[in-house]
Every structure is written in structure tokens, then in C-alpha cells.
């Protein structure tokens, strides 16, 4: 499945200092559909280079983490039930504090 | 010699205090100017159009003075803002919490425009290295209180509203007291614990709660506690890491990112002020600006099991009062440099006897575990660049370098050697010893308090940054 996963906020930092991967994120074998929770652990074991816990906290990432799917909060899709489709865009954006 | 230096110096100074009260005098008689022009147009106007008729506010019945309307016409000819929307304006109040980045164009847009009450909350001074981003300060008020600075700076610019100054840091002890007296609130502060407090008493206090950040290249900003939209609770209910908590001061931060996003904050504010428009509430703003995007994102709206603003929900003035936010996010209000203390004193010296070393000839390897960035900013002569991340990697690159020292002096009494090791502010520097310490090379020590003490305690003509 085409996905296209954007990191901000300073966690493209875990990913070697890209923003934007488009991947190709394949079925497990016996499952029907790729939801966030098999996507995130496809995304810590294939993109994130440094700290995992930095990035996720248990299955879900950690706090502080905002998961938008196309252009959308993930709270308000089900989280990590979201059932993914071809060609989405996941955004991973770390909050900021500075001013 | 010593004392005509200070004499000079002191004598610049009183030269740049009357250089501010001259420039604080030009700003009010070119005021005042304006003032006198546009009555005097209001008055010439009426007379050849129509009898004279009392020119007082009420005289038109929007309460705006012949000089307001001539100040804000440019807003009042917009047909969606109008006489309406600058009324309302003119009958608000706006806190602002955080004269810096964020703050400084947000209240010189609010101050402009024609809020009827500004407050400024600041605790700190303006520096020098302020000055590329948190534009309402001159030079003329370095070392001075930012809330001064940024007060005079919008009485320059409007010296028809009510301009309020809280020279302290926002604390559960004094929030209230101050949140109550406003309207609306703008978030620019730059630390974490503050974001949580700011939230929850606009929540406790039901004000909207305009709030912006920046750091590096990148922005955010929402509207929480508004029309249905989320507390800052409800959108991250438990704080992050403290190691997930960049700095401005750690990370860097281009001066007009956070330019930007004020400035966005002052016309969400503005928006609301006037009840115009559709404010930026359960969406969020990310801004990129490396790579010019800005996306608009849906964001959840308020939690029903906000432990602050949910429905069941039952926090208090009280609890507010007594909820200790350095603890829940485990960092401090007023962030100071962190300063580590890993090691034991031996293994420690200081950036004076690392120069007395030097100075002696001591055979020696002076490794900085800073990123390279950030040597390129300043380094000592000779020293090593191996940054912390990559050091694990890199020893065999040490153990070269200290057999080179050797055999440059040739063979002495001494054991070898020795390795130092620096960083900006002598944190890394310790990690760095203790990993050099695991990996075998037993004999490296760390420089307390890393460039930063060097530049204070050796050389004053090291930068600093
Ligand atoms: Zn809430």
C-alpha cells in the first residue's frame, strides 16, 4: 500500500532529517487491512534510525505526538483502529514550546 | 586608563538613555500631530458638508472619536471589520504572556490596531541575543525589563489605549488575579509548564486562549478553550518527555518563524475581539517554513474526560491554585540551564587549570563532543571535533590522535597523554567521560562548565552564544 508518512515538529530528527518518506508498506500475511497500529510498528522498524522512545510509548507514540491522517487528528478516526487506504498521507508532529 | 574606560562608558550609556526619551518625545509630538491633522480635516469636512454638530463620540453614534476614525480608517473602510468591528475592538482587552519571539510583533499588530486594554506579563530583561527575533526591543533597553521595553514600544506606536504592565512571571499564585481582568489570552511564553497553566485558567476562567509556538524552522497555532474547541489538556492530557522538550536556546530559532506565527496570533485575536470571521478553533496551523508549507489540520474537539474542561470535570480556582506544574511536566517555569553532575571531582578540572596546562605544554588530546554546527560557531585551537552522538564510533579516531600527542613530545616522564573533553555548558562533556570511561580510555576528563566557563573565567573575548 502507497502511503505517504511526513514527520515535524523535530521528530524527523529520528528519521535522519527527512520530512517526508513515501513507503510502501506491505499487508502482514493473514490480515485484510494495514491499520495505524501495524503501520506504527512498520514505521519504528523501517524508518526510525535513533531513540525509539522518542517516538513511541508502548504501541501508540508517545505523549506529545500529534497523528494526523490526512490533514485529520487520529482521535477523531479511531486511533490506532484507523483502517488505512491506499494513498493516505500520515502526519507524526512533535508539539512545540519555544517562543 | 581603567577609570576613563568607565567613564566613556558611562557616558554612552546616558547617551543612549536621552537617544530612547528623545526618540520616546519625537514619537508623541508626531502623535499629537496627527491628533490636531485629523480633527482639523474631521472639522473643514463638516462645516463645508453640513452645519457643525458636536464632534464628541457620541456625536455618531459608534463611539468613535473624529481621531479614531481617522487613525483606524483603513480598517473601518473594510466592509467586513467596519465601525463594528473597531468598536468592539476598542472595547477589549487582551493579555499577552511572553514579550519575546512570539509576543513582540503580536502586541505591536494588537497595540496598532486599536485594542482597548493590552496587558504584557514578562518576568525577564531584554539581551542582546534577543534581539534577532523579539523585534519590539532596541538596543537602547538591553538589560532592562522587557515589559518596559515592549510597553513604551506600543505607546510609541498608540498612545490612545490603556497599556498594562506585569513586570513577573505568571504563577498559580498570581494567574488569576491577572487572566480575570482580560478577555482574551495570547500564549507566548516558551516552556512547557507555562502552556499547562495558561490552559487551564483561561479553562477555570472560560477565556479563549490564543496559543502560538516556534522553534527552528518550524510554527504552530490553534485557539483552545473557544466555541467548542479543545483545552490544551484534552489535545495532550499527559505532558511529554522532558528530553522531547527542545529550547529556542538549545535548538536555535529563525527570527521571523516565530515573527509569523505572532503575528497570526495577533489577527486571531483580533478576530475575536471584533467577532469577525471564523477563528482558528479545532483546527491547528503547521507552519514549515524550509519548505514554504502551510497545513491546515482538523484537530479533536473538547474531551468529555478532560480532567480540566470535561464534563465532569471539577477543576477549581482552588486546584488551580495548588497544582504544582513544575512537578507534572517536570520542568521549570523559568527554564535555567541544565546542570549536570555526573562524574566525581576527579576525574574533573576546571577551564582554568585546563588553560595552566596548556599553558605548561602538557601533552595532551582535547576533544569537543559538541555537534558540528555548533563548532563551527567557535572552538578551542586543536581541539578534536567528535560529536556525542557519533562518539561511540569514533574511538579508534581518539586513540590516534593521543599516540600522535605521544610521539610529538617525544617519550617524557609522563604516563602519556591526557584527554580532555569539552562541550557548550560541561553536560555532554560528562556523558562523553563516562562513555570514554566504559569504552577504557580511563584516563579522560571533562572541562566544568565547558566553553561557556572558559569565556567567563579565561578568555572574556571568547563568544559566547
Ligand atoms: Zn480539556
Known amino acids: 500500500m502507497q502511503l505517504t508518512l511526513e514527520f515535524g515538529g523535530g521528530l524527523e530528527l529520528l528519521c535522519q532529517s527527512v520530512k517526508i518518506h513515501k513507503v510502501n508498506v506491505d499487508l502482514q500475511a493473514g490480515k485484510e487491512k494495514l491499520t495505524m497500529r501495524d503501520l506504527l510498528s512498520w514505521v519504528r522498524t523501517n524508518l526510525i534510525k535513533e531513540r525509539p522512545e522518542m517516538f513511541m510509548k508502548g504501541e501508540s507514540v508517545r505523549p506529545g505526538v500529534l497523528v494526523l491522517i490526512n490533514d485529520c487528528d487520529w482521535e477523531l478516526s479511531g486511533q490506532l483502529d484507523t483502517t488505512l487506504v491506499e494513498k493516505d498521507v500520515i502526519v507524526f508532529i512533535s508539539t512545540l514550546h519555544g517562543g | 586608563m581603567e577609570s576613563n574606560g568607565g567613564d566613556a562608558f558611562r557616558i554612552l550609556e546616558e547617551i543612549e538613555t536621552l537617544k530612547a526619551a528623545k526618540s520616546d518625545i519625537e514619537h508623541r509630538i508626531a502623535n499629537l500631530q496627527v491628533q490636531i491633522g485629523g480633527v482639523a480635516v474631521e472639522e473643514m469636512t463638516d462645516s463645508i458638508l453640513c452645519p457643525p454638530i458636536s464632534t464628541n463620540d457620541a456625536g455618531f453614534g459608534h463611539g468613535l472619536s473624529p481621531e479614531m476614525v481617522y487613525r483606524y480608517s483603513r480598517q473601518l473602510l473594510l466592509p467586513s471589520f467596519g465601525v463594528k468591528g473597531q468598536s468592539n475592538l476598542l472595547k477589549s482587552s487582551i493579555l499577552v504572556v511572553g514579550a519575546g519571539g512570539l509576543g513582540s510583533p503580536a502586541l505591536l499588530y494588537l497595540a496598532a490596531c486599536g485594542v482597548g486594554r493590552l496587558g504584557i506579563v514578562d518576568h525577564d530583561d531584554v539581551e542582546l541575543n534577543n534581539m534577532h527575533r523579539q523585534i519590539i526591543h532596541t538596543e537602547a533597553y538591553i538589560g532592562q525589563s522587557k ?318 552564544y
Open chain 2, 147 to 464: 515589559v518596559k521595553s515592549a510597553a513604551a514600544a506600543c505607546r510609541a506606536i498608540n498612545s490612545t489605549i490603556d497599556i498594562v504592565e506585569h513586570r513577573e512571571a505568571l504563577r498559580t499564585s498570581n494567574a488569576l488575579e491577572i487572566v480575570r481582568k482580560y478577555d482574551i489570552v495570547i500564549d507566548a511564553t516558551d516552556n512547557l509548564p507555562s502552556r499547562y497553566m495558561i490552559s487551564d485558567c483561561c479553562v477555570v476562567l472560560g477565556k479563549p486562549l490564543v496559543s502560538g509556538a516556534a522553534l527552528g524552522l518550524e510554527g504552530q497555532l490553534t485557539v483552545y478553550n473557544h466555541i467548542g474547541s479543545p483545552c490544551y489538556r484534552c489535545l495532550f492530557p499527559t505532558p511529554p518527555p522532558t528530553s522531547a522538550c527542545q529550547r529556542c536556546s538549545d535548538s536555535g530559532v529563525l527570527g521571523v518563524v516565530p515573527g509569523v506565527i505572532g503575528c497570526l496570533q495577533a489577527l486571531e485575536a483580533i478576530k475575536i475581539a471584533s467577532a469577525i470571521g471564523e477563528p482558528l478553533s479545532g483546527r491547528m496551523l503547521l507552519f514549515d517554513a524550509l519548505s514554504a508549507r502551510i497545513r491546515i489540520v482538523k484537530i479533536r474537539g473538547r474531551s468529555l474526560h478532560c480532567e480540566v474542561c470535561g464534563e465532569n470535570a471539577a477543576f477549581t480556582e482552588q486546584m488551580f491554585q495548588d497544582f504544582d506544574y513544575e512537578k507534572f511536566t517536570q520542568s521549570p517555569l523559568t527554564p535555567l540551564p541544565l546542570k549536570l553532575k555526573l562524574l566525581p571531582e576527579n576525574v574533573r578540572i576546571s577551564a582554568k587549570e585546563y588553560k595552566e596546562r596548556v599553558v605548561k605544554g602538557e601533552a595532551h588530546v582535547l576533544v569537543d563532543v559538541r555537534p558540528e554546527h555548533h563548532f563551527k560557531i567557535v572552538s578551542l585551537p586543536k581541539s578534536l571535533n567528535i560529536p556525542l552522538s557519533s562518539l561511540e564510533g569514533k574511538l579508534p579516531e581518539i586513540s590516534s590522535a593521543l599516540k600522535e600527542e605521544e610521539k610529538c613530545n617525544g617519550p617524557t616522564s609522563s604516563p602519556g597523554a591526557s584527554l580532555y573533553v569539552i562541550c557548550r555548558r560541561g553536560n555532554d562533556s560528562q556523558r562523553a567521560v563516562q562513555l570514554l570511561h566504559k569504552m577504557g580510555f580511563t584516563s579522560a576528563q571533562d572541562i566544568i562548565g565547558g566553553l561557556e566557563s572558559w569565556a567567563r573565567d579565561v578568555d572574556p573575548n571568547f563568544p559566547i
